[in-house]
């Protein structure tokens, strides 16, 4: 099982501050490729693994994957 872990980041001008949660639905190299993200308590989408390409279900992430998707990367390092 994994556990969620928090997430900060400026973009654009404004700071974001929240939570991912990592879902069990998937693994590659025995990690998660989808996620919860919560940024300012608001749920924002998820975002998903493909390949070595990050993507999203939602419109208010988009702007922001290749972003949230490093701080993943980063985290399981």
Not at 7 to 24: A, E, H, S, T
Not at 49 to 60: A, C, H, L, Q, V
């Amino acid at each position: 099982m994994f556990n969620q872990f928090p997430i900060n980041f400026r973009y654009d001008g404004k700071q974001y501050d929240g939570q991912i949660r990592p879902l069990q639905t998937e693994l590659q190299r025995r990690l998660p490729t989808s996620f919860q993200v919560f940024l300012n308590h608001v749920y924002c989408g998820l975002i998903r693994r493909k390949g070595f390409e990050w993507e999203t279900d939602s419109p208010k992430c988009a702007v922001m994957v290749d972003v949230i998707g490093n701080h993943i990367d980063n985290w399981y390092e």
